[in-house]
């Protein structure tokens, strides 16, 4: 008897992925299929370096490598309008931020590349930026804005430090009329290749999590809601704002992102058209 492939799998514990990750943990049993739990930029390097098979990661990664990967159609993480947890905090009015230092996260490229499109092409002001500690960054004065993004910025939205609160997506959408996505799922080629049905069968498994989760959202708000302090109505509200879905006009919006990263020399023009691996 043949044993079965081992997979590779790279997942998010923010809570905004909740609505498809809680369903996973509590529905899959299936050894084989290996998951590691990380942050997106750290899935993001694992999965170009093969230490992973697929994962979701951040779009962003996609573009700067689209010859390692397909991606898996109808599923990701995204905004239409105000995600609220990828924030600009800023101490001043994000028009004065020109030359002065705003910290960003080492957690997710796709809001790395977002802030700076946002703050130069729409704001049209060039600060100087710095990656480190979100939370350290409230004690050091000099830091006149902080990009945070998931459960850090469900935290600092909380706080009183800020005056300023930018939600990334907003912005975006306002801008383009378009949603953003931050996170897709990829798969890297060669796995495609020597296992489809494995990969049909995760992709398959993924959309039922996600379309389950989506119908059990009030409960999932009520276990997770404590990992971030949130009062459990004020986490279901935010949760019913991520989407999860991959529509035709998301794509568009996904494409516009990169476009933006190919301009900026953060992308390869190969990452479009977009590449899926399809179900059957």
């Not at 898996?72 to 994000?94: E, Q, Y």
């Not at 060039?126 to 830091?143: C, F, R, T, W």
Request: hydrophobic share 40%; proline share 5%; aromatic share 8%.
């Amino acid at each position: 008897m043949l044993s079965k492939p081992k997979v590779r799998i790279g997942m998010v514990n923010f809570i905004n992925t909740a609505p498809l990750y809680d369903s996973w943990q509590r529905t899959v049993n299936r050894p084989e299929w290996n998951v590691v739990e990380a942050a997106p930029s750290v899935l993001n390097r694992m999965l170009h370096t093969n230490q992973l098979d697929m994962g979701l990661v951040s779009s962003q990664e996609y573009a700067a490598h689209p010859q390692d990967y397909l991606l898996l159609d109808d599923i990701s993480i995204s905004a239409s309008g105000p995600v609220g947890s990828v924030f600009l905090f800023s101490r001043c009015d994000p028009n004065l931020l020109a030359d002065r230092t705003v910290l960003l996260s080492e957690q997710s490229q796709t809001s790395v590349s977002l802030v700076k499109i946002i703050l130069e092409k729409f704001y049209h002001v060039m600060p100087h930026y710095e990656m480190g500690s979100v939370l350290e960054a409230q004690k050091n004065d000099a830091i006149q804005a902080v990009l945070a993004i998931g459960d850090e910025a469900l935290v600092l939205a909380q706080g009183k430090t800020y005056p300023y609160m930018i939600d990334l997506s907003k912005i975006w959408y306002e801008k383009t009329s378009l949603p953003f996505v931050f996170a897709i799922w990829a798969i890297r080629q060669e796995f495609c290749h020597n296992n489809p049905e494995v990969a049909m069968e995760i992709h398959h498994e993924l959309l039922r999590c996600r379309n389950e989760g989506k119908r059990d959202l009030k409960n999932i708000s009520k276990r997770v809601a404590p990992r971030v302090s949130m009062d459990t109505e004020a986490c279901y509200e935010y949760l019913r704002g991520i989407e999860h879905d991959l529509s035709p006009l998301k794509k568009k919006g996904l494409i516009r992102f990169i476009e933006y990263l190919i301009e900026r020399g953060e992308g390869a023009a190969e990452a479009l058209p977009l590449k899926f691996f399809h179900l059957v």
